[in-house]
């Protein structure tokens, strides 16, 4: 698939990014704003998952939740587990740092759809949105 093409598709989805650390949310997001149009950003967890309540079951809902696992207040794991519990069919991804057994362990229990290590390497990012798109077709 060409950048236009993939950039056909993403443009046309919502974006929840969560992410704590303020240098990689700044990057990460630069990085973001080349597929998506539209990406709301969140500063830890709870924040997040506030944010996807309030977009729930309306034209502003998500199609993607981006999110970092360590974050003060409630972590990228609890919001996703929380979201799961009230949209199973909600497309989660973790973009981290941490490469341990017990994250996997957790990711496979949640479901959570996929992992991204940071920082995000743009074939594996390409690959996973593709597949997000053939999904959502």
Known sequence: MTYDE???HTKKLKVLYVEDEPLVREATL???ENYFTSIEVC???QAGFRKYEQNLDTDSSYDIVLTDIRMPILSGVEMAKAIKQINEEQIIVFITAQKDKD???KATTLEV?????????????IKVIEDIIKLDN
């Open 6 to 8: 993939l950039f056909r």
């Open 30 to 32: 630069s990085f973001l």
């Open 43 to 45: 500063r830890d967890g």
């Open 103 to 105: 994250f996997f362990l």
């Open 113 to 125: 759809d996929y992992c991204l290590f940071k920082p995000l390497e743009l074939d594996e990012f």
